[in-house]
Every structure is written in structure tokens, then in C-alpha cells.
């Protein structure tokens, strides 16, 4: 069965602390891995779409990347505006199953 | 554009009420989809669309039912609302399956009581 799982559930860093989550999925033939942000009370925004091990997409201070079993979004030098709920998706036939989230809290 | 458009923002009803939850968007998308979102357990998908006319069931369609008779509008009805179906719904569009560049619309928070 498809399958996304996220870690850690929850993250607190410090201003400037960099780190980064996982996103671990088991899917028969991949066709896609998505990574999105959540802002308490607003739907999902899109950030990276990732497609063959090896492969990583920049956006300021996030970097994901993938590997055959997993995909690490990191996270550099963050700031308070980067707190959010961090969500990982894998392309299943025509849908998307997506992880529980990681929700990241940046302190100044 | 005003991208995916959900309505109501809240909703509470009583167990048994039906009720249906609107969703529109104007980026003349073919894919909609309709997901509840639950606290630890992330988004779940309830019924998509690949075009007007065209709709097919997601993980947990038990209990909701869609039509697709526009591109503009996906609505989803709740047949007889349970306790369990309180959540946040999110309808969201997607202009091409193959990048998962899905635009969410902004929620809509159930409460059955």
C-alpha cells in the first residue's frame, strides 16, 4: 500500500538553526514527489515538485531533494516566516497521498 | 484571478443535516479534487475530477458525493452529516496532474454535532 510518513511531527529551532525534515514514502512507481506549506488556517501552498532520485529544487532558504526511499527539505539559516506546517505528497495514479506534516516553529 | 474560491468559511450542523460545500475556481483547470484534513492524519483525498463530466472516488468517499458539471465548479455534498465528518475540507485544482502543482482553496471548517 502507498504510503507517506513525515518526521519529526513537530521541529523548534532558532533563528539562523539550520535542519531538516524527512519525508519517507513507499510507492510502486514513483511519478512525483511534492512538497507544500501550510500557515495555520490556509490551505496548502505549493513549493517543489521532484521527480528522480538524485534530483534537488532550491527556493530561498529551502532546498529539497530526493532519494529512491525519501526526500529531505532543508532548511537554512530559517526565520520566523519560515514557521509552518511543512506536508509531503507522492503522486498515486491519477490523485496524491499525502504525509501527516511536520510543523516547523522558527523563534526569533 | 481569483484562483479556488471555497464557501462557506464555517459550518455547524446537526447529525443527519445535509449540506453541500461549494468550490469554484477561474484558472480554467481540468483536475479538482476535494480532500478533509484531521489532525495527525494529514490530507485525505474524497472524490477528484479530471474534467466536466468525469468524477471518481478517493480514499474516504463514504458518505459524500460530487458532480462536476462545469470546469468552474466541483461541489461536495454531505448526504446526512455524522460527527465523524467534522473536519476542514480543502477543494483544490491543478492545471497539470503530471507537476502536482495543486492550488488549494482557503478551507471550509465543518462542525456536526
Known amino acids: 500500500e502507498d504510503q507517506v510518513t513525515q518526521s519529526p511531527e513537530a521541529l523548534r529551532l532558532q533563528e539562523g538553526e539550520s535542519s531538516s525534515l524527512n519525508c519517507s514514502y513507499t510507492?510502486?512507481?514513483?511519478?512525483?514527489l511534492f512538497w507544500y506549506r501550510q500557515d495555520p488556517g490556509k490551505g496548502p501552498e505549493f513549493l517543489f515538485t521532484?521527480?528522480?532520485a538524485g534530483e534537488e529544487k532550491e527556493k530561498e532558504r529551502l532546498k529539497a531533494t530526493l532519494t529512491k526511499k525519501e526526500s529531505f527539505l532543508h532548511i537554512t539559516a530559517p526565520k520566523p516566516e519560515d514557521s509552518a506546517t511543512y506536508l509531503c505528497?507522492?503522486?498515486?495514479?491519477?490523485?496524491?497521498?499525502f504525509g501527516p506534516g511536520t510543523r516547523l516553529s522558527v523563534l526569533p | 484571478n481569483a484562483g479556488v474560491t471555497q464557501t462557506p468559511k464555517f459550518q455547524v450542523l446537526k447529525t443527519g443535516q445535509s449540506m453541500t460545500l461549494q468550490c469554484a475556481q477561474d484558472?480554467?483547470?481540468?483536475?479538482m479534487s476535494w480532500y478533509r484534513q484531521d489532525p495527525g492524519m494529514g490530507l485525505r483525498l474524497i472524490h477528484y475530477?479530471?474534467?466536466?463530466?468525469?468524477?471518481d472516488q478517493g480514499e474516504v468517499p463514504n458518505g459524500y458525493n460530487v458532480s462536476r458539471s462545469t470546469t468552474e465548479d466541483f461541489p461536495l455534498r454531505l448526504l446526512s452529516a455524522a460527527p465523524s465528518q467534522t473536519s476542514v475540507y480543502f477543494c483544490?485544482?491543478?492545471?497539470?496532474?503530471?507537476?502536482?502543482?495543486?492550488?488549494f482553496g482557503p478551507g471550509t471548517r465543518l462542525l456536526v454535532l
Open positions: 521532484l521527480y528522480s
Open positions: 484558472m480554467n483547470h481540468e483536475y
Open positions: 475530477s479530471v474534467g466536466a463530466g468525469i468524477t
Open positions: 483544490a485544482s491543478n492545471p497539470d496532474i503530471e507537476r502536482g502543482t495543486q492550488y
Open positions: 505528497a507522492v503522486r498515486r495514479g491519477q490523485n496524491f497521498v
Open positions: 510507492v510502486s512507481g514513483l511519478r512525483g
